[in-house]
């Protein structure tokens, strides 16, 4: 049975890019001799990314190459958590913390931090659910908390629990309604949340599309090519 | 008979058509009902798999679909790759129940956006299968190969008949006006 694996932690996406998906199976464009083109394409889009990856060595690159040997060319999915770079700032996120503040992260109630030194991580809050949405529907009406009504043609956002799927807006509509693509991967109800920082679930489009080159001192020009895969899929296929 | 109606072709002729085929496969097994996109849909009430490869190749290829005219036997290949196992075996278990089984080939525009139905099935292809043909390819492909055949095809004669000796007195009983079309006949003059 395939398995759904986890993002290595610590490893930073350093290039990413959005890639035509299967939309593009069968696309072309008709003319008439009036120049008037009429364009088609296979309906039921999909992500498909490209992301580059900084130069690593030691732990870093041995967990790396470890993650793209156990996807086997698409056999395996991994999950692929978001972080827009470009997303909303703190204070639009509702969040009340200096950056400062935000990168130390939070301590246990009694003030100590884990073992290794590290603190609780901090993450944007969550906004819940205005009305439930079904699977394969493209409006999507969120709460009024924190950053409900905050969103913009452009931004990213996601669904838990167990909703594996990346969202754009593509309209604002207005009092917390937006327009997303790609559609619902999985029915919304009012107990979902929705949150700005998605996660994924992706498999290497083919054995060729991922590398490991490792030099003289670094690992240089990492990349690999995900394409998505759908939450039922990875309930069905990748349950292992 | 038309198969779209005014408001159809309004929607056929916007500067921007999404469309899919769906492949309706009465195996033995049960109904196997495809489509040449990805994912999941339920279209006409009834639930479609996706078959196209998300690598942007195409899992399931069509021929060109003709149009079914007299004097023309039309047939369209479907091929089906990346199958799994299960499904391969199936195919070639049933291989001899699966030929001349109904397969109906119908076309569906969409929304590019929302993924929307803007115009239903149409069937624009009824036909039969003919026997599958599985290729092994390497250690990774596998194809299976059918050819549907148009439900037209056993009217497979000119209109009205040919014009010859047989058709003339199938038409006009008795009569041999045609009986030396096509026959080289020699005289000989003395």
């Keep these: 049975m395939a398995r759904l694996i986890s993002w290595p932690v610590g490893l930073r996406v350093g290039n990413s890019e959005p890639l035509s998906g299967p939309r593009a199976v069968g696309s072309g464009a008709t003319g008439s001799i009036a120049n008037f083109n009429q364009t088609f394409s296979s309906p039921f889009g999909l992500w498909r990314w490209r992301f580059s990856f900084p130069s690593m060595n030691g732990q870093m690159f041995r967990r790396y190459r470890g993650w793209i040997t156990a996807l086997h060319g698409g056999a395996n999915a991994t999950r692929v958590p978001f972080c ?4 909303l700032t703190l204070a639009q996120l509702g ?52 950053w409900g009504l905050q ?3 452009g931004d990213f956002l996601g669904f838990f629990p167990l909703h594996l799927g990346l969202y754009m807006v593509t309209e604002v509509i207005g009092s917390g309604r937006y327009r997303i693509w790609p559609p619902l991967r999985k029915e919304l109800t009012i107990a979902d949340s929705a949150t700005v920082r998605p996660t994924m679930a992706m498999k290497l489009e083919s054995e060729e599309s991922a590398n490991a080159p490792r030099g003289v001192a670094f690992a240089e020009g990492l990349t690999a090519t995900l394409v998505e895969v759908l939450d039922y899929d990875v309930k069905a296929y990748f349950a292992g | 008979m038309t198969v779209f109606s005014q408001d159809e072709l309004a929607v056929l002729s916007s500067p921007h058509v999404a469309r899919a085929w769906f492949l309706e496969l009465d195996l033995s097994d049960g109904l196997l009902r495809l489509h040449n996109g990805v994912g999941r849909i339920t279209v006409g009430g009834r639930d479609w798999n996706g078959v196209t490869n998300p690598l942007g190749g ?33 195919v070639h278990s049933t291989r001899r129940e699966i030929e001349g089984r109904r397969a109906d080939l119908y076309w569906a525009a969409f929304d590019g956006e929302t993924g929307e139905l803007l115009l239903g099935l149409k069937r624009l292809f009824p036909g039969k299968i003919t026997s599958p043909v599985i290729h092994w390819q390497g250690i990774g492909s596998r194809l299976v190969n059918v050819t549907i055949e148009s439900i037209w095809s056993g009217d497979n004669y000119p209109f009205g008949g040919r014009w010859n000796d047989a058709d003339q007195r199938r038409r006009y009983p008795g009569d041999k006006g045609l009986q030396y079309v096509g026959v080289k006949v020699q005289e000989q003059w003395q």
């Design chain 1, 151 to 153: 969103l913009g043609v």
């Design chain 2, 58 to 90: 195409q899992m399931v290829s069509l021929s060109n679909v003709e149009e079914p005219r007299f004097g023309q036997a039309v047939a369209v290949n479907i091929t089906l790759s990346g199958a799994n196992r299960a499904f391969l075996q199936t």
């Design chain 1, 95 to 146: 969040v009340d913390a200096s950056p400062a503040e935000w990168q130390a992260g939070q301590p246990w109630s009694n003030g100590q931090s884990w073992a290794n030194g590290q603190n609780w991580q901090s993450s944007p809050p969550s906004v819940s659910i205005a009305s439930a949405a079904s699977q394969g529907g493209t409006i999507v009406h969120l709460g009024s908390e924190f």
């Design chain 1, 84 to 87: 827009d770079p470009d997303g």
